[in-house]
């Protein structure tokens, strides 16, 4: 057939196949079948969650690649041939990314890259689980004998961070944590700062709809509708300052309250739950739900003014009863030493979070105000609301260092406690000083410096 455009000339066509090419057309559609079934099989795995997502992403991807160029059947058996030796290579190929970052290999986290200070130390499953060895009897007697008898027991837990043994008393009920919680979520946006997701001098902008309840000085720099900060200062003013404003930010950038349990299970954190952001748990507690107008100045404690006391009671006495915000003595401490441990975070957030704790201006009368001179804590305290000359939930918990550098974890939660007694702070106090003395007792085996340094 000639070109209608002058000068130009096709090639001829080519010759139908013969029978021996059509006789391998079904050959060509088994291999087609042999590789393509596996390959849309593999890339549709990748849309599913929990166990299937770990498979190898190179691989997979490999599989997809294959797929469309193994269209000329001339190369399916090729394509095939390359999927086949290839897969054992791919499977050692990074996996799929987690909140963490890059999944760890067994037994290690692997953090962003930055060097040994961006990975947290080894960890296992769950932190309960841990074998460890028995608490010095002396201790734990002491400790069951600190209640003071409030309306509701107090739950204390002390842990050795290097021994690993918990002595508590009422260590696995769960108790309100109020402003205890502030830690978790301040942990997690640090282990997004870890996996690379948020960064410390990342600006943040707080504006009239990020206004909290009670305790907010942050709020106070709002002008003109804004405020512009960063996440370093959020988390030092969560922290340090107890502000519920910042804490509740840094819980919004954070992907919420479910977004910190997952962190809190994903370290094997057992025995800590997060409810919600302070404004709105408040407002639970004392039997309101929470609304933009209550964000004014005022507005919440009028809201709350015009409750019907007993239904107010009602509220506080369930809220007790079963936290929203519960947490085991036992498990706070457990997580506090997994903090120290390096276990949580990368050695540089770790730092910066006990560095921040250690800074803690709030509570100086409770857990502080029993360790005699030369001890040092970093800790953080959580105050609830006053109803009928009771406290709904009055807290501390931190890391006591010891003179010759032994850390403790403490916890000491006490539910509902009265109002302005001394004896309020008097636990905490004496829980302090009761492991001072057991410290400075020597009570502690194989340790000759201990029993010999002075405490006071």
Do not use: C
């Amino acid at each position: 057939m000639s070109d209608p455009r002058p000068g130009l000339t096709l090639p001829p066509a080519p010759p139908p196949p013969g029978l021996a090419w059509r006789a391998l057309n079904p050959a060509w559609a088994i291999a087609d079948a042999a590789w393509i079934a596996p390959a849309m099989a593999g890339y549709a795995l990748r849309t599913l969650p929990g166990a299937l997502r770990r498979l190898p992403e190179e691989a997979l991807d490999l599989a997809v690649s294959a797929l469309l160029i193994g269209f000329r059947r001339p190369v399916a058996t090729l394509s095939l041939a390359l999927l086949v030796t290839t897969g054992p290579i791919a499977a050692a190929a990074p996996l799929f990314r987690t909140l963490d970052g890059p999944r760890p290999a067994p037994g290690r986290d692997a953090g962003p890259p930055g060097g040994a200070d961006r990975q947290p130390a080894r960890r296992d499953p769950d932190l309960a689980t841990r074998p460890a060895p028995p608490a010095p009897p002396e201790l734990l007697a002491r400790l069951a004998s600190l209640d003071p008898g409030f309306r509701r027991p107090v739950g204390i837990a002390v842990m050795d961070v290097e021994a690993g043994w918990v002595a508590a008393a009422q260590g696995d009920r769960p108790f309100p944590q109020q402003s205890v919680s502030k830690l978790w979520v301040a942990l997690t946006v640090m282990a997004l700062v870890d996996a690379g997701r948020m960064s410390l001098d990342q600006p943040v902008v707080l504006t009239d709809a990020d206004r909290s309840v009670f305790n907010q000085p942050v709020t106070h720099l709002i002008e003109n509708g804004a405020f512009e900060t960063t996440v370093r200062d959020l988390v030092q003013r969560a922290l340090i300052q107890s502000d519920n404003a910042a804490n509740d930010k840094l819980m919004a950038l954070a992907g919420g309250p479910a977004v910190v349990q997952a962190f809190l299970a994903s370290r094997g954190m057992s025995g800590i739950r997060l409810a919600e952001d302070e404004r709105r748990l408040q407002s639970r507690i004392a039997g309101l739900t929470w609304s933009p107008d209550l964000s004014t100045y005022g507005a919440f404690e009028a809201a709350r003014a015009r409750l019907d006391p007993e239904a107010r009671a009602a509220s506080l006495q369930a809220y007790v009863e079963q936290p929203f915000d519960g947490a085991t003595p036992a498990g706070v401490v457990r997580a506090l030493a997994a903090l120290h441990r390096g276990e949580l975070l990368s050695r540089a957030s770790t730092d910066f979070v006990l560095q921040t704790l250690a800074r803690v201006t709030t509570g100086p009368m409770r857990l502080r105000g029993g360790l005699p001179p030369g001890w040092r804590a970093a800790h953080k305290t959580g105050t609830g609301q006053d109803f009928r000359g009771e406290t709904f939930g009055l807290n501390d918990v931190g890391l006591v260092t010891a003179p010759d550098g032994r850390v403790y974890a403490v916890a000491v939660l006490a539910p509902q406690v009265p109002k302005g007694a001394p004896e309020r702070l008097r636990v905490f106090q004496d829980v302090s000083a009761t492991l001072a003395e057991h410290w400075r007792g020597g009570a502690i085996p194989g340790s000759a410096e201990a029993a010999s340094s002075p405490a006071d």
